[in-house]
């Protein structure tokens, strides 16, 4: 079992939609979460990330950790054509570093 | 602003060829990283660097080597390309402190024919 799941899928969504992004991770050894978004032919750029449980919220973004189920998500309200991009989730271990998982590829159809 | 550069874009070389590839770093950083990225795999870790000449294996370092001589710039090597080295190579830094955010470059594309 990969140690951060992601449903690759591509997900379609109307502008407008509320976007649920989710991951799951197998480790309870972490110390924070991140969301990094990739759009095409681009390195991955820091969009949020949370220390604890609960909800953090940047605009139209909303982080959510469920320690107790091992469940990350990431809310999007009022999707944008702009927004569509591959979301990568990471979670820090021990030792500091980034485990990354396979990411979320979005479209937001105009 | 913060800028992560990578040498090339796009990059395609012959099997058994030794490649380099470039990172540079304008934000002082301590720490570099070198990941690669491919469909379905997310990014795996290849080696980092918490310091000038200092190098640590990722989760893949086969077939790859690092050089880091000085603190702004950190070179990823294939001694000998081979084609399941054909993969999207992702350079990073962040600054030495805990919990500190990780800066991408734009990825370089690598395709070993």
């Known amino acids: 079992q990969k140690e951060v799941e992601q449903d690759p899928g591509p997900l379609s969504v109307p502008e407008g939609a509320i976007v649920s992004l989710n991951c799951t991770y197998s480790?309870?050894?972490?110390?924070?979460f991140m969301w990094y978004r990739q759009y095409s032919r681009k390195g991955p750029e820091l969009l949020m990330y949370?220390?604890?449980?609960g909800n953090k919220e940047d605009g139209r973004f909303t982080a959510q950790v469920d320690k107790s189920s091992k469940y990350i998500s990431l809310f999007i309200r009022d999707s944008q054509p702009s927004d569509s991009a591959t979301y990568l989730c990471?979670?820090?271990?021990?030792?500091?570093?980034?485990?990354f998982g396979g990411g979320t590829r979005l479209m937001v159809k105009p | 602003d913060v800028k992560v550069t990578q040498s090339s874009r796009y990059l395609v070389k012959r099997t058994g060829e030794k490649v380099f590839l470039e990172c540079v770093q304008d934000?002082?950083?301590?720490?570099m990283f070198w990941y690669r990225q491919d469909p379905g795999l997310g990014l795996r870790l290849i080696y980092f660097?918490?310091?000038?000449?200092?190098?640590e294996k990722g989760d893949i370092p086969e077939g790859y080597s690092v050089s880091r001589e000085k603190k702004e710039r950190f070179s990823l090597i294939l001694e000998s390309a081979s084609t399941n080295q054909t993969s999207m190579y992702l350079c990073a830094s962040r600054s030495g402190g805990t919990n500190e955010k990780l800066f991408f470059g734009s990825g370089t594309q690598l395709s070993v024919l």
């Open positions: 934000m002082d950083h301590e720490n």
């Open positions: 990471a979670r820090s271990n021990a030792g500091n570093m980034l485990t």
């Open positions: 480790n309870s050894a972490f110390q924070y």
């Open positions: 949370t220390y604890s449980s």
């Open positions: 660097s918490y310091d000038v000449k200092m190098k």
